[in-house]
C-alpha cells in the first residue's frame, strides 16, 4: 500500500466532500492510498480466520475504521461493491462480512454438497444441520444477546439433541393416535422431524471415517464448513469432536441468518411467538400442583409453546459463561497491547 | 431419496368397492388401525426372511446356512451385550457369531463364517441404503375412504456413535419386538411374573425351562436400564424435558426397589442353582445349571450398574438444574433459535421445512473466497511432476545408546541364592538367626537380602497371591524372641512357608467373577 501513499491522484468525488480526517481535525481529501487500505481492510475481513490481535496491521486498519469515519465509509463502500454486507468492525471480530445473495462469495447448497443438489432429504438434512449447530451453540435468547458469550458444542450432541427433540414429536403423534408414515407418491408431505430420524446417526466404513451421510456425518461437515468460515474453533475430540464460537458466528446467526429464516417461516405462514425469553416456561396450571413459591422448579412445558427446548449439552463445561469473558478480556487486552 | 433402500413390500391387497351402497370394505378406522399395525409387526420380521431368500445371489455356496436363524441370534447378542452408555462392539458380535455360524457348516473354511456373520449384520443395519433402515409400504383407508399407500421406516439395528469415535449397535425397539414378542408389555409386571416363573422351575428341576426363563427377565432388566439412560439423556440436555417432579422420582424409587428386590431374588436363585448344579449327576444338567448361573450373575451384576446410574441420577438433576436454571439472567433479548425456528420447523412437511433450512443455510453459513487461476499458473501447477509420498517418513536417527552400569546393590547370583535359603519345606519354618548365620557362610553380603527378605516376608502378598493362583507363599512371624546378630536387630522372625490350595482358591475366583 506504500506505492500509493505519495500518489497525487485526484480522490474520488463521491468520498472527497464528506471525509474530515479525524487525525487531523481539518477536511483532507481520500487518497488513493486509502482506497487501497480500504480494500485491503475488506481483504482482512474475506480471511475470515485472521483475527486482529494476531496481525498488527490488521489491527491498525481496525483502528483507522473506528476512528476515522471517512476511511469506515470508504472501507465499507469497497465491501458492498464486492457484494459484501458488514456485520461488524472490532478488535473481537475484525471485519466481519458476510456474503450478499448473488454475491460471487456466497456459498450454494449445490456447491456445499452434491447430495444436496439432487436429493431434497439430504438437503433438508444439511440446512437442518446448521440450524441445529447454531441452535445449540446459542441455546438461550440471551446467549446470542451476549456479545462475551462462547458456545460450546460438540458432534455428537447436536445429532442427539436434534433426535431428541424429534423422538417428542413422535411421542405426541403417537399420543394423538396420528399416523405420521408419509403417503407414497408424495415424500414432500413428510414431516421434517421423520426424516432426521430415519437417517441413522453413525454408520461403519471401511476406512474408519465418518459416514458421510449419516447424520453425524452431516452435522460433521457442517462444523468442518463453520470452521473454514471462521465461525468454529475445534477444541478436541471428544463426542466426535468439540467446538467452540467465533464472534463471527454470533454475528453471522443473529444479524443474518436468524431474521432470514424467521423471514421465510413468517411468509410459510408459522408464527412462532415469542415475547423474547426462553421457550421454556412454567405451565399454566401451577396452581393445581399446590407449588410453594420457590420450592422448586415446575418441570413441564407450556402449552402455548408445545415446544420442548434443549439447553446446552452434557459437553458444554459449567464454568461457560465466565469463560467467554475471560477470553473477550484477554483478546482486548491483546489489542490494547499491540 | 435417490438411492431407495431394499424395499421390503407388505401391500395390502384391496378391492375396490363399486357402488357407494355396498357394504365399506374397511369396517371402520379402529379395525383399520390394528390391521396397519399388524402389518408393521409383520414388515419387521421380514428383513429376517429376506436373508433366506438372497443368500442364493451371494458368490458361493451359502445356502446350508440358515440366516434367518444366524440374524435372530445377532438381535439377540446385540441386546444382551448393549451396555448402559453404549451399544455392543460391533467386532465382539461377529465373533460371538461364529461358533453358530460354524456349528451350522464345520468344514467350511473359518474365513467363510466369518463373511456369513459380517454379511448378515450388515444386513440388518442394511448397509448401502441411505438411512441404514428398511421401509415397507403398506395401505391404509384416510378418513374420506381413500386408499392411501404409507411408508413405514423402521431400522433393527441401528449404528450408534459410542467414546472414541468408535460405532456401537444398539438394538431398537423393533427388533426387540421380533425377537421377544411380548416386550409390548408392561416392564415390572412382566418381570414379577419372569420371576416366579422362574423360581418354580429351578424348585422342579426344569432347569432348560428356567434357562429361557431367566433370559426374559434379562431382557425385561436391559429394558429397564434404556428407559432410564433416555431419561437421563434428556436431562443433561434439558431438565425441563423430563418430568422430574413426579414421573422421574417414582419411576427411579420403583427402580431401586425393583434393583433391591432383583437382587435378592436372584442372589436366592444363585444359591438354589449353584447346589443343583453341585448335586446335579446328569452331565447336560450339570451344564445348564453352570450357564444359569452365568446368566443370573450377569443380571446381577446388571443390576448392580443401574443402581449405580440410579444414585447418580438425583445429583446430576441437581447439577443440571443449577447449570440451566440459575445460569445469568438475560442481558437482552434476542432471537429464541429453538423455540422460535427449530421448534415450528420440525413439524412442517419437508418441502417447507426445506425452504426455512435454505434461508439460514444460505445466510448462516459464511463465504468462500473463489479460487481465480492465472492461466500462466495453470499451465505450470498442471506440469508440476506429483510430489513423491514418504511411505516410511523421516529416517530415525541411530539411537546412541550407553550401557549403563549395574548399580543393583545385590547380583543375580545372590537373589538366586537368598532365595534358595528361604526355600523352607512347608512343615519346617526357621529362625532368622539361624538363615543369617547359613547366609553369612555362603557370602558376607548375604545376610543382608535375606534380611530384607523376610523382614518383607512379615507382610505377605496375600491378594496378589490369591489372585495369581500361586502354590505356596513366605511368610514370617514375631514371637517375641529378640535377635542376637552382629550385624542386625530386632526380632528373631520365624519364616516359614505356607501352602495354598490352589484348587480352593481358583474355585472361589470364577465364583466372584
Known amino acids: 500500500m506504500t506505492e500509493y501513499r505519495d500518489a497525487e491522484t485526484a480522490p474520488p468525488a463521491a468520498y472527497g466532500d464528506a471525509a474530515p480526517a479525524a487525525r487531523s481535525g481539518a477536511p483532507s481529501p481520500v487518497t488513493a492510498a486509502d482506497a487501497a487500505d480500504a480494500a485491503r481492510l475488506v481483504s482482512y475481513g474475506l480471511q475470515p480466520k485472521l483475527l486482529p490481535a494476531r496481525d498488527a496491521e490488521y489491527a491498525e486498519l481496525i483502528r483507522r475504521h473506528r476512528e476515522e469515519p471517512a476511511f469506515a465509509r470508504l472501507a465499507d463502500a469497497v465491501a458492498a461493491g464486492l457484494g459484501l454486507i458488514v456485520l461488524e468492525v472490532s478488535p473481537r471480530a475484525g471485519m466481519a462480512v458476510a456474503a450478499a445473495e448473488d454475491s460471487v462469495f456466497a456459498v450454494r447448497m449445490g456447491e456445499y454438497s452434491r447430495r444436496a443438489a439432487s436429493d431434497a432429504a439430504d438437503r433438508f438434512l444439511h440446512g437442518l444441520a446448521h440450524l441445529a449447530t447454531a441452535t445449540m451453540a446459542f441455546p438461550r435468547p440471551e446467549d446470542l444477546a451476549d456479545d462475551g458469550y462462547i458456545g460450546r458444542i460438540t458432534v455428537n450432541g447436536i445429532d442427539g439433541f436434534v433426535r431428541q427433540a424429534c423422538r417428542r414429536l413422535e411421542e405426541r403423534a403417537e399420543e394423538q393416535g396420528e399416523n405420521t408414515d408419509p403417503a407414497s407418491d408424495a415424500p414432500g408431505l413428510e414431516a421434517a422431524w421423520r426424516v432426521w430420524t430415519r437417517r441413522s446417526a453413525t454408520g461403519a466404513t471401511k476406512d474408519a471415517r465418518r459416514l458421510a451421510g449419516s447424520t453425524t456425518g452431516i452435522v460433521g461437515k457442517a462444523v468442518a464448513f463453520l470452521v473454514d468460515s471462521g465461525f468454529l474453533q475445534r477444541t478436541g475430540d471428544d463426542a466426535g469432536g468439540t467446538f467452540r464460537t467465533t464472534a463471527r458466528y454470533q454475528l453471522q446467526v443473529r444479524d443474518m441468518a436468524g431474521s432470514a429464516a424467521m423471514a421465510e417461516l413468517l411468509e410459510l405462514g408459522v408464527v412462532p411467538v415469542s415475547d423474547g425469553s426462553a421457550t421454556l416456561l412454567p405451565p399454566d396450571d401451577t396452581g393445581e400442583l399446590d407449588l410453594v413459591a420457590e420450592a422448586g422448579l415446575p418441570f413441564h412445558e407450556s402449552d402455548s409453546h408445545r415446544g420442548d427446548g434443549h439447553r446446552g449439552d452434557g459437553h458444554r463445561s459449567h464454568g461457560r459463561e465466565s469463560h467467554g469473558r475471560e477470553s473477550r478480556h484477554s483478546q482486548e487486552d491483546q489489542h490494547s497491547h499491540s | ?513
Not at chain 2, 501352602?499 to 474355585?507: P, Q, V
Open chain 2, 1 to 513: 431419496m435417490s438411492v431407495a433402500p431394499p424395499n421390503v413390500c407388505v401391500v395390502t391387497v384391496t378391492t375396490p368397492y363399486p357402488t357407494t351402497g355396498a357394504p365399506r370394505p374397511a369396517p371402520g378406522p379402529a379395525a383399520d388401525e390394528g390391521l396397519a399395525r399388524r402389518l408393521k409387526a409383520l414388515a419387521c420380521t421380514a428383513p429376517l426372511h429376506d436373508l433366506d431368500v438372497r443368500k442364493a445371489n451371494l458368490a458361493g455356496e451359502y445356502s446350508v446356512y440358515a440366516m434367518a436363524e444366524v440374524a435372530l441370534s445377532a438381535i439377540d447378542m446385540v441386546t444382551l451385550n448393549m451396555d448402559f452408555d453404549t451399544g455392543a462392539d460391533p467386532e465382539q458380535i461377529v465373533t460371538r457369531l461364529l461358533p453358530r455360524v460354524a456349528a451350522q457348516s464345520p468344514r467350511r473354511p473359518v474365513e467363510e463364517h466369518e463373511r456369513v456373520a459380517r454379511w448378515v449384520l450388515e444386513n440388518l443395519i442394511n448397509v448401502g441404503s441411505v438411512d441404514r433402515g428398511f421401509r415397507a409400504v403398506y395401505g391404509t383407508f384416510g378418513a374420506d375412504g381413500a386408499y392411501v399407500r404409507r411408508d413405514y421406516d423402521f431400522k433393527l439395528i441401528e449404528e450408534v456413535p459410542g467414546p472414541g469415535g468408535g460405532v456401537y449397535l444398539r438394538t431398537t425397539d423393533e427388533a426387540v419386538n421380533v425377537l421377544v414378542g411380548a416386550l409390548d408389555t408392561d416392564v415390572t409386571s412382566a418381570q414379577i411374573a419372569a420371576e416366579v416363573k422362574l423360581e418354580v422351575l429351578i424348585s422342579r428341576g426344569r432347569l432348560a425351562d428356567a434357562q429361557l426363563a431367566a433370559e426374559q427377565a434379562r431382557y425385561r432388566t436391559v429394558q429397564y436400564a434404556e428407559t432410564l439412560r433416555r431419561a437421563l439423556e434428556a436431562t443433561r440436555r434439558n431438565v425441563r424435558a423430563v418430568d422430574w417432579l413426579r414421573a422421574v422420582p417414582d419411576m427411579i424409587a420403583e427402580a431401586l426397589d425393583h434393583v433391591a428386590d432383583r437382587y435378592r431374588h436372584e442372589n436366592a436363585i444363585l444359591t438354589n442353582i449353584r447346589k443343583a448344579r453341585d448335586e446335579a449327576e446328569d452331565p447336560e444338567h450339570k451344564r445348564r445349571a453352570a450357564e444359569l448361573v452365568d446368566i443370573v450373575k450377569d443380571c446381577i451384576r446388571r443390576h448392580t450398574q443401574l443402581q449405580s446410574r440410579l444414585l447418580e441420577a438425583g445429583p446430576l438433576f441437581r447439577a443440571e438444574q443449577d447449570r440451566q436454571a440459575f445460569a445469568s439472567a438475560p442481558a437482552r433479548a434476542g432471537l429464541d433459535l429453538y423455540g422460535q425456528l427449530v421448534s415450528p420447523v420440525l413439524p412442517l412437511p419437508v418441502e417447507q421445512a426445506s425452504r426455512v433450512t435454505d434461508a439460514f443455510f444460505a445466510r448462516g453459513a459464511g463465504f468462500r473466497t473463489p479460487p481465480a487461476v492465472r492461466i500462466c499458473d495453470l499451465v505450470d501447477v498442471l506440469l508440476t511432476p506429483p510430489t513423491e509420498r514418504e511411505h516410511l517418513g523421516a529416517a530415525m536417527p541411530e539411537p546412541d545408546l550407553v550401557a549403563t552400569p549395574a548399580d543393583s546393590r545385590f547380583t543375580e547370583e545372590q537373589l538366586e541364592s537368598a532365595l534358595e535359603l528361604l526355600d523352607l519345606p512347608d512343615d519346617a519354618p526357621r529362625r532368622l538367626s539361624g538363615l543369617l548365620a547359613d547366609a553369612r557362610r555362603r557370602d558376607p553380603e548375604l545376610p543382608y537380602l535375606v534380611a530384607l527378605l523376610a523382614v518383607h516376608a512379615a507382610s505377605p502378598p496375600v491378594g496378589t497371591a490369591y489372585r495369581q493362583g500361586e502354590p505356596r507363599l513366605l511368610f514370617s512371624v514375631d514371637d517375641g524372641e529378640e535377635l542376637t546378630d552382629p550385624e542386625f536387630g530386632g526380632a528373631d522372625l520365624i519364616v516359614g512357608t505356607a501352602r495354598l490350595d490352589t484348587a480352593g482358591m481358583a474355585a472361589a475366583r470364577s465364583e466372584i467373577a
